[in-house]
């Protein structure tokens, strides 16, 4: 029988050769996984729709007035007929299509849809990981049983969705978190699409797509690779590994290529991850090219990392940001704080440089779609090595330690003390928190 190793989600045609429940020599556990992956369909302006049932079986666009300088949110599979794709000027979506619909978003409305939509992803599975506003996805390998297989479970997530939030929805059900994606991918507008799980199967499938198809891959990878001949995952797969390393590095090299295989080791993220890291992320509603905007996120991220972590007695040694970009792709830095440690000030000084390394001042013409903050590696007991001044950081730490507990106890009782503004009043954001709280999460993620 072959099976998927839970770790590197690896499909293993030949049976372990040390039997069990346990891979002996590696520790990995040995399971078969479910993965669906769920993505609205046109959301904003299908929440549109819901509350102008006239605008049904017209081009409806999601976006800035045509009149203006401003760009496209979204817009119905109608308008995506005349060639309008999210990003475009208003005044191109115009141009294309000029009976359309414009309608300006209206965030807290879909902001209510997309929180009653996660109401019903968690009731068909306890893991559900939030990726933005409008998907996410499922480990159902618990619940399959409960609805007679996994595609029977999808049709009945999809028609619930219908039912209490008015709008349709993709679906896509692999053996992994790629998989899943692509499927759901694959399967829009409003439908289940089901990914081989055979590996030979899954390798041939995907050959003659487009590299852009695998996550992780935008518009600048797939520009990159396209000088070297790299167009489809068949060219990805036959690459020989040292071309790859050298275009792209070693790391990012051999998941890629894997990646063409359809093997990824990601992992809907569950509870019990929430000891190791606790982290918190962002997702701009629309891609956010303001550093100050981006960098007071995160700050405000970090803080609430911070009081996270200062509900129990742990200390954590490292620190990590994300930033994910207008075409998807995830860089993320970490790094080892100075001390394990719990206060405000260090985990913000750590985001800082984080992040002044990956957006210096200087840097022009980004657009951050996602930014994320967290810490792990956490230890019982707080401070640094032994040190000739051990006792003034001591004393130091502590009083950051103080002061920061001081303020989570004002915020405890409604005081707004301390910098920024809150996430949730912005109207360019939703939230949604990992680590800790990571397998949930309707209440945090648009709260
Ligand atoms: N969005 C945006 N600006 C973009 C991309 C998206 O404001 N450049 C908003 C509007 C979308 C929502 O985020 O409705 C979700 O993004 P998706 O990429 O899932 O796009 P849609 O849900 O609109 O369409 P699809 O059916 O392709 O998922
Ligand atoms: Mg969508």
Redo the contacts with the bound molecule.
């Keep these: 029988m072959r099976r998927w190793c839970e770790k590197s989600g690896n499909l293993q045609s030949a049976p372990c050769a040390l039997r069990g429940p346990v891979h002996a020599k590696c520790g990995i556990i040995w399971g078969v996984r479910t993965i669906l992956h769920v993505?609205?369909?046109?959301?904003?302006?299908?929440?549109e729709l819901t509350r102008h049932p006239e605008w049904r079986g017209r081009p409806v666009i999601?976006?800035s007035p045509p009149d203006g300088r401003g760009?496209?949110?979204?817009?119905s599979?109608e308008a995506r007929r005349y060639g309008v794709r999210?990003?475009m000027p208003s005044r191109t979506a115009w141009r294309l299509c000029p009976h359309a619909v414009f309608t300006r978003?209206d965030i807290a409305f879909?902001r209510e849809i997309s929180r009653k939509a996660f109401g019903v992803f968690a009731r068909h599975s306890p893991f559900v990981e939030a990726v933005?506003?409008?998907?996410a996805f499922l480990d159902i390998t618990g619940t399959i049983h409960l609805y007679g297989g996994a595609e029977k479970l999808g049709e009945a997530l999809r028609e619930k969705v219908l039912r209490e939030c008015g709008v349709t929805c993709?679906v896509g059900i692999a053996r992994n978190r790629l998989l899943a994606k692509i499927g759901s991918?694959l399967a829009?507008?409003d439908g289940l699409f089901t990914m081989p799980s055979d590996p030979a199967e899954i390798a041939r499938f995907l050959a003659p797509k487009p590299v852009g198809i695998l996550w992780g891959v935008g518009r600048k990878t797939a520009g990159i690779l396209a000088k070297y001949g790299i167009a489809t995952c068949r060219d990805l797969q036959n690459a020989p590994a040292r071309q790859l390393e050298t275009i792209l590095g070693k790391a990012a090299a051999s998941s890629l290529k894997n990646h063409a295989l359809g093997i990824s080791s990601d992992r809907v993220a569950r509870d019990e991850d929430g000891e190791k890291s606790v982290s918190r992320e962002h997702t701009f509603?629309?891609?956010e090219t303001d550093r100050e905007n981006v960098r007071s996120t995160l700050l405000e991220l970090a803080a609430d990392v911070g009081r996270s972590v200062r509900k129990e007695a742990r200390w954590a040694a490292t620190a990590r940001i994300k930033l994910r970009d207008?075409d998807f792709e995830t860089v993320s830095r970490q790094t080892s704080l100075p001390a394990p440690s719990r206060d405000d000030r260090s985990f913000r000084d750590a985001a800082l440089a984080l992040f002044d390394g990956l957006w210096p001042e200087s840097g022009k013409g980004l657009a951050v779609?996602l930014v994320g903050f967290g810490v792990s590696n956490f230890k019982a007991s707080p401070g640094a090595e032994p040190s000739l001044f051990r006792d003034e950081e001591d004393a130091e730490r502590e009083r950051r330690e103080k002061l920061s507990e001081a303020i989570d106890l004002l915020k405890g009782k409604g005081l707004n003390v301390g910098t920024g503004t809150a996430i949730a009043h912005r109207p360019n954001s939703t939230v949604a928190g990992t680590g800790e709280s990571t397998s949930i999460l309707p209440p945090s993620i648009l709260t």
């Design positions: 993505d609205l369909d046109a959301f904003f302006a299908s929440a999601v976006g760009v496209v949110s979204t817009c599979y999210s990003a978003p879909y933005s506003v409008d998907e993709s991918e829009k507008p509603v629309c891609d207008a779609r």
